[in-house]
């Protein structure tokens, strides 16, 4: 069946419900309005595509079997599309402006197109948007995900807020916590700023964002195993929030409160700037190969830690700052406000790094660390170390001029632990 119109105010427009696998039927280019129950309805071994279907009484189209439904436009109906469960496949279907959009069951294969919300996802299943989606009232959810293994793919658009700052909460993508297997990816999430909103909230099992950027929410991104290639920037307070989780390749830009905040994780490649509290804070985790610069109190924060090869300049307190039991190695510490590196507990091991030009260099306020190879240079106070602390700190011997192949003399000792001012 093809390429007709087909209205009835009593009656369904199409229905093939004895259909059987194999029945190789085609219904497309279709133009189904104005029917008082079922605008198609088909069972087994069916095509329904690029179809049109609008003010249906009941269900637009209706998949009782393994049908595949594809590039049609279903409006104004009771209920968009509706799957059984029994291995019918819809994809890229327009479904809008109907009483509910979906109605399907674990068992269909589904590949959304999304182009309305709020929305719940209640199935597994891949939902692409088809161009920006907003909404305008506060408290209000974008879009809740209750299933496992749900992909929701942005394409390059946003999911818009309604921006105010008030009581009411608003999510943009909130997956409940018992859920697992949750992909965000491609896109833009703005304006989720009523108090305590999130732009993503997700804290399930299983969870990676890639390729995303949230942008003046409340709260960036709450959660996520893995976090790829995101940007959180003028969020109200911190940009993003991880737990037992990996941070890779992200920046975190000019949040109100902390960049990147977690625990027991990785933090690797991620440029933290010009955030209102910390660049990086975590406990129990790692962080390696980031830069982090003009945050308002420190560049990185932590306990139980391993810090490596990060660049610490221009914070108002401490370069990076470590509590208790971590290790810090070939790091560099460069104008910040208080120390360069700084020492609250015991434990610490801190090897192969520089202090430039900070208030203080090196400083521990506890014994029981150990300084291993360090170089400090124009501070303020190039060292301020508590009692029963471990390392030989010397003050380097300049050289004279060197030219050609030698020349030059020991910076003061040959011991190879020895740690030097210069």
């Known amino acids: 069946i093809r390429n007709g119109f087909l209205s009835a105010a009593n009656g369904s427009g199409i229905g093939f419900n004895l259909s059987s696998i194999g029945a190789n039927g085609l219904i497309e280019d279709v133009i189904v309005q104005g029917v008082s129950q079922y605008g198609i309805s088909v069972k087994d071994g069916f095509t329904v595509r690029r179809c049109q279907i609008s003010q249906a009484g009941d269900v637009g189209i209706r998949v009782e079997g393994n049908s595949v439904v594809e590039d049609n436009q279903i409006t104004g109906c009771a209920i968009g599309l509706q799957g059984k469960g029994l291995g019918a496949r819809f994809a890229r279907n327009l479904v809008f402006g109907n009483e509910d959009n979906y109605l399907f069951v674990a068992g269909d294969q589904i590949n959304l197109l999304l182009s309305e919300i709020p929305e719940a996802l209640d199935w597994p299943c891949s939902a692409t948007f088809a161009g920006t989606l907003s909404v305008d009232s506060p408290g209000t959810t974008g879009i809740l995900v209750n299933a496992d293994q749900v992909t929701i793919d942005l394409a390059g658009h946003s999911l818009v807020g309604p921006g105010q ?178 020492i609250g507990g015991t434990g610490v091991r801190i090897e192969d790094s520089h202090a430039r030009e900070n208030q203080t260099g090196f400083s521990a306020a506890s014994s029981n660390n150990l300084f291993i190879g360090n170089t400090t240079s124009g501070n303020a106070t190039n060292w301020s170390l508590a009692a029963g602390n471990v390392g030989l700190v010397v003050s380097a011997v300049p050289t004279g001029p060197v030219v050609g192949d030698s020349g030059g003399a020991s910076p003061g000792s040959t011991n190879p632990f020895a740690n030097f001012t210069f």
Request: proline share 0%.
């Open 165 to 342: 700052n008030v009581n009411n909460r608003s999510i943009g993508i909130y997956q409940l916590s018992d859920r697992r297997g949750l992909t965000v990816k491609n896109g833009t999430i703005v304006g989720w700023r009523g108090f305590q909103d999130y732009g993503i909230r997700a804290l399930g099992e299983g969870v990676l964002f890639e390729n995303l950027i949230a942008v003046s929410n409340y709260w960036g991104f709450l959660g996520g195993d893995r976090v790829v290639d995101c940007v959180a920037a003028y969020n109200i307070n911190t940009g993003m929030i991880v737990s037992e989780g990996t941070v890779e390749g992200c920046s975190a830009v000019h949040n109100g409160f902390d960049g990147i905040a977690g625990s027991y994780g990785l933090v690797r490649g991620c440029n933290a700037i010009g955030n209102g509290h910390d660049g990086i804070s975590l406990s129990r985790g790692s962080v390696i190969d980031c830069l982090v610069t003009s945050n308002g109190v420190h560049g990185v924060s932590g306990s139980q830690a391993l810090v490596r090869n990060v660049l610490a300049n221009y914070n108002g307190g401490n370069g990076i700052d470590v509590f208790s039991d971590a290790q810090i190695s070939s790091c560099m510490a460069h104008e910040n406000g208080a120390s360069g590196f700084a």
